[in-house]
């Protein structure tokens, strides 16, 4: 797995390359701690475009960003969902917790308020 960070106006995306599962979930959580918590970045958007399957593990990370996000009134979406991904987010009943968006210029303009996700 392979994660990188960028920035696009008031937004952090973090481009999320393989799996994410129990052995490099903690890489995910780490990465979405210092941004939120240490960073205090305002818009954290994960890209999922690179990611076919995610485990319990890996969703527990993305709930914990999700959670220390509204925690400090920032604001945390997802985009481009495989569909195993999806799936793991409708069975789990996670898909209308997160802002979800297909593609990453709806998820930056969900940003502005000015889209509505897709779930």
Request: net charge positive.
């Amino acid at each position: 797995m392979d994660i990188s960070t960028r920035q696009s106006g008031n937004a952090t995306i973090v481009d999320v390359v393989g799996d994410i599962t129990l052995y490099n979930s903690p890489e995910v959580r780490k990465v979405l701690l210092d941004l939120l918590k240490e960073k205090r970045k305002p818009r954290v958007i994960i890209n999922m475009l690179s990611v076919k399957y995610i485990d319990s593990a890996g969703v527990a990370s993305l709930v914990e960003g999700l959670k220390i996000s509204r925690d400090l009134k920032s604001s945390f979406a997802l985009y481009g969902l495989s569909r195993t991904a999806r799936e793991v987010l409708e069975l789990t009943r996670l898909i209308k917790v997160f802002e979800v968006y297909n593609n990453e210029e709806d998820a930056l303009r969900g940003g502005s308020n000015s889209g509505a996700p897709v779930n």
